[in-house]
């Protein structure tokens, strides 16, 4: 029988709160009209940290997919509505239990004037799941086992076993679609010594409503308006992605109108903005998981006795109040009640001092140790310090490791720090992204593990949910290593956030889907 599936996604229930439009501020002294268009035209968006990469296949970090998903499509995406809708793929079908067939839209040309067909999709796909590219996206796909072309514009994608969330897997960004040119040249580029996604970083081609522009590295890229855009065409000439790390500097030009969005804000800032004239924050529920992670290959993270500890002195509720000025839902476990899979009947590890000092002193430890905790900005850096009073308590002293974006990532990914402050958002909305690339130990590192994470009953219940095409069993598997997962605390859940972006009041058409990424195709900026 088959089965569509352009249909509405199940269980979720969001609260979208709607952008706000005023009455613009007026332009600069010294706004003039250029080549990306008028001052009113431009739109500049103020980011944390410098995209890792602008190679779909190479990054998975929240910057450098804010910045690619206004470049390029995926075959089929989520709409406003959190609903299924055709994108390059006119239509994806399951025909088979292990097999899908997509037609691939037609006219669709890249930034660079070739065309979309079956043998690009097919070299996409292929390429992410090519070990020796190495992609960090490469467990999105891992179910595929080929990939056919079996018309111009017709491929049939055959999976390992029925894998019902292949096309909220397809819609995330690592199924962002480049041109075949793009994938050639890379080939050709680590043939003569290159690293993999260096050439597609430095060119991206995609077939997004923006295009490409230029970059200077640690600063801003911009993109500009896709004239040739295959489906609605974005309302601004261009939108430039500007590197601001420091949170108040992002502030400053929101107020003074050098930046149009920011992205993102502190909850500690909340009232700042909101009472500023031009300028309000944005609210909108997420996705995301925000934990505290500490690496089980490490001692004495190596014992569950200490992990379990750890959770137990951490009051996630304080924190909670001293970060994010009480915006945020306590979290139970590692998925957001916005999570296909999300249970209610999941049993957390409480806060409890005393029974926390009793496991150490099991453990070993009754004197405490010494540990290291990493963090990169201010929020994650807010929390360390919570944390760090807090496990002072039981005799753990934590010292803070400072670090910008990048080196964090890849001292995470090498497991180089015991504990870690991170954030994962479940971009699919399906417990398979929330939990497969955290908590399966195939995954350890960059890919999501960093806990690096190792348990075969969580493992073989993640590979039975992939494979049940029964919905109710489906969950209940989920449901199953959720428990393992708590229990066995190789990070401590600490909050589930309210996705926080400051806008001018002229900003409109505004949209953060719940794993944060902004929708920038339908912002205008309104004039006097």
């Given amino acids: 029988?088959?089965?569509?599936?352009?249909?509405?996604?199940?269980?979720?229930?969001?609260?979208?709160?709607?952008?706000?439009?005023?009455?613009?501020?007026?332009?600069?002294?010294g706004d003039t009209e250029d080549e990306t268009g008028s001052a009113e035209d431009r739109l500049v968006v103020d980011i944390a940290s410098d995209p890792v990469s602008l190679d779909p296949h190479a990054a998975n970090d929240g910057n450098s997919?804010?910045?690619?998903?206004?470049?390029?499509?995926?075959?089929?995406s989520l709409?406003?509505?959190?609903?299924?809708?055709?994108?390059?793929?006119?239509?994806?079908?399951?025909?088979?239990?292990?097999?899908?067939?997509?037609?691939?839209?037609?006219?669709?040309?890249?930034?660079?004037?070739?065309?979309?067909?079956?043998e690009v999709v097919k070299a996409n796909l292929d390429r992410v799941l090519d070990p020796d590219i190495g992609s960090p996206l490469a467990f999105l796909f891992d179910m595929i086992e080929s990939v056919e072309v079996t018309g111009e514009y017709t491929v049939e994608i055959t999976t390992a076993f029925p894998f019902s969330a292949l096309p909220l897997h397809l819609a995330h960004p690592g199924g962002h679609i480049i041109s075949l040119e793009s994938i050639e040249a890379d080939y050709e580029a680590i043939?003569?010594?290159?690293?993999?996604?260096?050439?597609?970083?430095?060119?991206?081609?995609?077939?997004?409503?923006?295009?490409?522009?230029?970059?200077?590295?640690?600063?801003n890229i911009t993109l500009v308006k896709n004239e040739d855009y295959w489906g609605e065409e974005a309302q601004v000439d261009s939108v430039t992605f500007k590197v601001v790390p420091e949170d108040l500097t992002r502030i400053a030009?929101?107020?003074?109108?050098?930046?149009?969005?920011?992205?993102?804000?502190?909850?500690?800032?909340i009232e700042q903005i909101d009472n500023t004239e031009g300028t309000h924050v944005k609210q909108s529920d997420s996705s995301n998981l925000t934990y505290i992670g500490m690496n089980t290959e490490r001692e004495p993270f190596d014992d569950a006795r200490v992990r379990r500890a750890i959770a137990m002195a951490i009051d996630n509720e304080q924190i909670i109040e001293g970060v994010t000025d009480g915006v945020a839902l306590p979290a139970k476990g590692p998925l957001a009640p916005t999570v296909i899979g999300y249970s209610e009947a999941l049993t957390p590890i409480e806060n409890n001092l005393e029974e926390a000092e009793q496991l150490l002193a099991e453990a070993g430890y009754e004197d405490?140790?010494?540990?290291?905790?990493?963090?990169?900005?201010?929020?994650?850096?807010?929390?360390?310090e919570i944390a760090q009073a807090q496990l002072s308590e039981i005799g753990i002293e934590l010292e803070i490791e400072m670090m910008e974006t990048g080196a964090y990532l890849e001292v995470t990914a090498n497991g180089e720090t015991d504990m870690h402050v991170g954030s994962w958002g479940t971009v699919t909305l399906d417990a398979d992204y929330g939990l497969y690339p955290m908590f399966h130990s195939e995954n350890a590192g960059a890919p999501g593990n960093r806990s690096f994470f190792s348990n075969e009953e969580v493992d073989n219940l993640l590979e039975q949910a992939r494979q049940t095409t029964e919905e109710e069993e489906r969950l209940e598997l989920y449901?199953?290593?959720?428990?393992?997962?708590?229990?066995?605390?190789?990070?401590?859940?600490?909050?589930?956030?309210?996705?926080?972006?400051?806008?001018?009041?002229?900003?409109?058409?505004?949209?953060?889907?719940?794993?944060?990424?902004?929708?920038?195709?339908?912002?205008?900026?309104?004039e006097n």
């Avoid at 229930?13 to 501020?25: F, K, N, S, V, W």
Wanted: aromatic residues 10%; contains cysteine; proline residues 6%.
């Fill in 1 to 29: 029988m088959k089965k569509y599936i352009f249909l509405p996604v199940l269980f979720i229930t969001l609260l979208i709160l709607a952008a706000c439009a005023g009455d613009p501020e007026p332009a600069e002294e």
């Fill in 65 to 76: 997919l804010y910045v690619m998903n206004a470049m390029y499509d995926t075959l089929v």
């Fill in 79 to 118: 709409d406003t509505n959190l609903e299924l809708q055709p994108a390059l793929a006119e239509s994806f079908e399951q025909i088979e239990d292990t097999v899908w067939e997509a037609k691939i839209r037609e006219g669709v040309k890249f930034h660079d004037g070739s065309e979309l067909n079956a």
């Fill in 191 to 219: 043939e003569n010594g290159e690293d993999p996604f260096a050439s597609v970083n430095e060119n991206p081609v995609g077939t997004g409503y923006f295009k490409y522009e230029d970059r200077t590295h640690g600063e």
């Fill in 253 to 269: 030009e929101l107020e003074t109108g050098e930046a149009n969005i920011i992205y993102p804000v502190n909850a500690n800032d």
């Fill in 368 to 384: 405490g140790f010494t540990a290291t905790i990493a963090a990169n900005d201010r929020t994650t850096s807010d929390i360390a």
């Fill in 479 to 526: 449901a199953q290593a959720q428990q393992i997962i708590i229990d066995e605390a190789p990070i401590v859940p600490v909050y589930h956030s309210v996705l926080l972006a400051g806008l001018r009041d002229e900003v409109d058409g505004f949209y953060q889907y719940p794993s944060s990424f902004p929708f920038l195709r339908d912002v205008t900026l309104e």
